[in-house]
């Protein structure tokens, strides 16, 4: 399939939208009613035919933009990519297994050959070509971590591995549900979610670790993780929150339907195989609830997950103060009948909304 | 979570007697393609199919980790053992079709460390063999002592000493040399990270040593891969699978499950990295641990058991699998 690219923004004039396809194939990250969370882990080898666990790296119709604007928020604040010294053998590790699974996946969009260490990458819809060799840094115009990540959606901590423990010393963060990579640079796995509420006492963080630690080369994992954003905004970062805080505040029953999003995160695990760190893709999806609910099981479904969530998840979510004028918009996409397991659309066999 | 890790089908191209004790083994993949890369320290699971019995048994990755086109682990003969090495060494032959597991690595090198410090015991040098040649290629500071039985039995002893004449230091048994482990420790830089791999006591002495003299527990790194020993057949119940299985003189407990057809999770089937716990549901009898794993309390307590080495003696046993 080709891919036709939007042209858009994710800042001031916001332009961001979803095709149709973009809607049907959104990663809706409730299978069920209700949410609390859970380590939800699955391999990560492969997905339906279209959706965005099929490929190892989703591309889809946002990339060209999404990449745009993280050199937006590059240039106005370098430190959002940050490797400690011990990281660079990682960044490779990193950049082979994207430059090849995207070669692999999408040969129409990307090609790699390589004869030895000498290695020609061609990035189409971003028209790069580049020749390099491999493992030496001077032959390409960034570090391999951030050459290849600013050509791939989504966010990247590159984890090492030590002490039974993962250590956040390296990473590139531009599309963040409000954390800091400049804070968090250094830190092990318990340290940098500290402020997540509940889950620590649920004993959740401790078998994450033990999952994560045992992720091997070739056997990759991936779990949803989701919260809300007013705007299609990818930056909203702790750094810029003056700028973006304030327009949770501009939501009014009138636009809620198209200003607030649903924001996904699709994370993934991949041993890297020279540094045995561990790679966290964090690859964020938006979707406006107006496009959301054109998916009737997912209107019916967000609007009691939305209602039944606890105080302390709203609040660290972001949403608590509006979580009173999205339930008056999604109450009226949830007719009460019941909903199907999982988290596809179901289009073909869930009812449309009954009238009221 | 399935059992194991992803499998590599492949083909033995070479076996090579190191000395009398080692043989050499060189698998490329049956199809031809590459192998994954690896980092050093890492090892493979090797399956075994020697009649009816099936082993797996782990080894250390010697060649280069960036080499794709063929792994080599080197196997010692165990005579006492049960018979996964002698399977290697008296039956494993040029052009066999093997199965072994994609690279685990329990035993990776530091990166952050200004000095490598490697200490190896006999055949524990097989995981520093494939670290050095990492390190070389990334320019890595190492100093390897290495102490072996006797000149004859000393491998790639040669090869060591002629490619890092200055890193190398070679210590034999049987000319009384020993490395003087206070002293050596004592004058190492600031951010040096030490490593040891080789007998059970050899760990022991050298963890001791470093924790006596102040070094921080996580600049210290060891690997000790238990082989799982003989002992008397003994019965188990798996409760979760409604199960009774049979463990044979000289099969693991975790052999014994699988051989049943209950998947069960594991990594390195040695009693290290703790994969393959399991709980235990009740018992009339007497556990032999023998891993790294568990701490003495949950050894004592009876309700926890690492199937790869451990091992019981009694009228019955029952776990959560």
């Given at each position: 399939m080709t891919i036709q690219f939007n042209e858009e923004t994710f800042r001031d004039d916001y332009t961001f939208r979803n095709s149709d396809w973009a809607i049907k194939r959104f990663p809706f990250p409730f299978h069920e009613d209700s949410y609390m969370y859970s380590v939800n882990m699955e391999q990560h080898q492969g997905g339906p035919a279209g959706s965005v666990f099929e490929k190892r790296f989703d591309v889809d119709e946002h990339y060209v933009a999404e990449m745009k604007d993280r050199a937006l928020v590059l240039a106005e604040d370098p430190l959002r990519c940050q490797s400690l010294p011990h990281m660079t053998l990682a960044g490779w590790d990193l950049l082979e297994l994207i430059m090849v699974s995207k070669s692999e996946d999408y040969p129409d969009l990307f090609e790699l050959h390589r004869d030895g260490n000498n290695w020609h990458w061609i990035n189409r819809p971003m028209g790069i070509e580049q020749k390099f060799v491999f493992m030496?840094?001077?032959?390409?115009?960034?570090?391999p971590m951030e050459y290849i990540t600013r050509q791939a959606q989504g966010d990247f901590c590159v984890l090492d591995q030590r002490d039974d423990n993962l250590w956040m010393d390296a990473g590139m963060v531009t599309t963040q549900a409000d954390w800091s990579l400049d804070f968090d640079i250094g830190m092990n796995f318990f340290e940098w979610h500290a402020p997540v509420p509940k889950a620590h006492e649920m004993g959740i963080f401790v078998r994450a670790l033990k999952f994560l630690l045992n992720i091997q080369q070739g056997m990759p994992a991936r779990r949803l993780n989701w919260t809300m954003t007013v705007n299609p905004l990818l930056d909203t970062s702790p750094e810029n929150y003056h700028k973006w805080g304030v327009q949770k505040t501009t939501l009014t029953p009138e636009n809620l339907g198209a200003k607030q999003h649903l924001r996904v995160e699709l994370q993934t695990f991949f041993r890297l195989p020279r540094s045995n760190a561990l790679v966290f893709p964090i690859r964020c999806y938006l979707i406006s609830l107006e496009d959301l609910v054109t998916v009737p099981k997912w209107g019916r479904r967000l609007h009691r997950v939305i209602r039944d969530l606890p105080v302390e998840l709203a609040t660290y979510k972001g949403f608590i103060d509006n979580r009173p004028m999205i339930l008056d918009y999604l109450a009226q996409h949830d007719d009460g009948l019941p909903t199907s397991d999982g988290i596809w659309p179901d289009l073909a066999t869930e009812p449309p909304l009954s009238p009221s | 979570m399935s059992a194991g890790t992803n499998k590599i089908a492949v083909t033995v191209t070479d076996v090579v007697p190191v000395n009398e004790l080692v043989k050499r083994f060189r698998f490329v993949r049956a199809d031809g393609g590459q192998l994954p890369t690896f980092s050093g320290g890492a090892h493979t699971v090797v399956e075994m199919r020697d009649g009816d019995t099936q082993r797996l048994n782990p080894y250390s990755l010697m060649s280069?980790?960036?080499?794709?086109?063929a792994y080599t682990i080197s196997v010692r003969r165990d005579d006492?053992?049960?018979?996964g090495s002698l399977f290697m060494h008296n039956k494993v032959r040029p052009g066999d079709a093997m199965t072994i597991s994609y690279p685990v690595n329990l035993f990776s090198l530091d990166l952050r460390a200004r000095k490598h410090l490697m200490i190896a015991g006999g055949i524990g040098i097989t995981p520093f063999l494939a670290q050095i040649k990492q390190l070389t290629a990334m320019n890595g500071r190492f100093e390897l002592h290495y102490a072996c039985r006797t000149p004859a039995l000393g491998s790639y002893v040669d090869e060591l000493t002629a490619k890092h004449p200055n890193n190398v230091h070679v210590y034999y048994d049987d000319q009384g040399q020993v490395i003087d482990l206070e002293h050596l420790l004592d004058g190492q830089p600031l951010g040096t990270h030490i490593y040891v791999c080789g007998p059970k006591g050899m760990i022991g002495w050298v963890r001791g040593k470093a924790a006596e003299l102040g070094w921080p527990r996580e600049a210290v790194h060891y690997e000790e891969f238990l082989a799982p020993q003989p002992g008397k057949p003994f019965e188990v119940k798996l409760a979760v699978s409604n199960k009774v299985i049979q463990v044979g003189e000289n099969q693991s407990l975790l052999e014994a499950i699988e051989a049943a057809g209950v998947d069960a999770p594991y990594l390195c089937?040695?009693?290290?990295?703790?994969?393959?716990e399991t709980d235990v549901i009740g018992y009339d009898g007497k556990f032999i641990h023998r891993d790294h794993w568990l701490e003495d309390d949950q050894k004592a307590g009876g309700r926890k058991i690492m199937p790869c080495v451990s091992r019981f003696e009694g009228k019955t046993l029952v776990l959560d699998r």
């Amino acid at each position: 399939m080709t891919i036709q690219f939007n042209e858009e923004t994710f800042r001031d004039d916001y332009t961001f939208r979803n095709s149709d396809w973009a809607i049907k194939r959104f990663p809706f990250p409730f299978h069920e009613d209700s949410y609390m969370y859970s380590v939800n882990m699955e391999q990560h080898q492969g997905g339906p035919a279209g959706s965005v666990f099929e490929k190892r790296f989703d591309v889809d119709e946002h990339y060209v933009a999404e990449m745009k604007d993280r050199a937006l928020v590059l240039a106005e604040d370098p430190l959002r990519c940050q490797s400690l010294p011990h990281m660079t053998l990682a960044g490779w590790d990193l950049l082979e297994l994207i430059m090849v699974s995207k070669s692999e996946d999408y040969p129409d969009l990307f090609e790699l050959h390589r004869d030895g260490n000498n290695w020609h990458w061609i990035n189409r819809p971003m028209g790069i070509e580049q020749k390099f060799v491999f493992m030496d840094e001077s032959t390409l115009p960034y570090g391999p971590m951030e050459y290849i990540t600013r050509q791939a959606q989504g966010d990247f901590c590159v984890l090492d591995q030590r002490d039974d423990n993962l250590w956040m010393d390296a990473g590139m963060v531009t599309t963040q549900a409000d954390w800091s990579l400049d804070f968090d640079i250094g830190m092990n796995f318990f340290e940098w979610h500290a402020p997540v509420p509940k889950a620590h006492e649920m004993g959740i963080f401790v078998r994450a670790l033990k999952f994560l630690l045992n992720i091997q080369q070739g056997m990759p994992a991936r779990r949803l993780n989701w919260t809300m954003t007013v705007n299609p905004l990818l930056d909203t970062s702790p750094e810029n929150y003056h700028k973006w805080g304030v327009q949770k505040t501009t939501l009014t029953p009138e636009n809620l339907g198209a200003k607030q999003h649903l924001r996904v995160e699709l994370q993934t695990f991949f041993r890297l195989p020279r540094s045995n760190a561990l790679v966290f893709p964090i690859r964020c999806y938006l979707i406006s609830l107006e496009d959301l609910v054109t998916v009737p099981k997912w209107g019916r479904r967000l609007h009691r997950v939305i209602r039944d969530l606890p105080v302390e998840l709203a609040t660290y979510k972001g949403f608590i103060d509006n979580r009173p004028m999205i339930l008056d918009y999604l109450a009226q996409h949830d007719d009460g009948l019941p909903t199907s397991d999982g988290i596809w659309p179901d289009l073909a066999t869930e009812p449309p909304l009954s009238p009221s | 979570m399935s059992a194991g890790t992803n499998k590599i089908a492949v083909t033995v191209t070479d076996v090579v007697p190191v000395n009398e004790l080692v043989k050499r083994f060189r698998f490329v993949r049956a199809d031809g393609g590459q192998l994954p890369t690896f980092s050093g320290g890492a090892h493979t699971v090797v399956e075994m199919r020697d009649g009816d019995t099936q082993r797996l048994n782990p080894y250390s990755l010697m060649s280069d980790p960036m080499d794709q086109s063929a792994y080599t682990i080197s196997v010692r003969r165990d005579d006492q053992g049960r018979g996964g090495s002698l399977f290697m060494h008296n039956k494993v032959r040029p052009g066999d079709a093997m199965t072994i597991s994609y690279p685990v690595n329990l035993f990776s090198l530091d990166l952050r460390a200004r000095k490598h410090l490697m200490i190896a015991g006999g055949i524990g040098i097989t995981p520093f063999l494939a670290q050095i040649k990492q390190l070389t290629a990334m320019n890595g500071r190492f100093e390897l002592h290495y102490a072996c039985r006797t000149p004859a039995l000393g491998s790639y002893v040669d090869e060591l000493t002629a490619k890092h004449p200055n890193n190398v230091h070679v210590y034999y048994d049987d000319q009384g040399q020993v490395i003087d482990l206070e002293h050596l420790l004592d004058g190492q830089p600031l951010g040096t990270h030490i490593y040891v791999c080789g007998p059970k006591g050899m760990i022991g002495w050298v963890r001791g040593k470093a924790a006596e003299l102040g070094w921080p527990r996580e600049a210290v790194h060891y690997e000790e891969f238990l082989a799982p020993q003989p002992g008397k057949p003994f019965e188990v119940k798996l409760a979760v699978s409604n199960k009774v299985i049979q463990v044979g003189e000289n099969q693991s407990l975790l052999e014994a499950i699988e051989a049943a057809g209950v998947d069960a999770p594991y990594l390195c089937r040695g009693g290290a990295c703790g994969q393959c716990e399991t709980d235990v549901i009740g018992y009339d009898g007497k556990f032999i641990h023998r891993d790294h794993w568990l701490e003495d309390d949950q050894k004592a307590g009876g309700r926890k058991i690492m199937p790869c080495v451990s091992r019981f003696e009694g009228k019955t046993l029952v776990l959560d699998r």
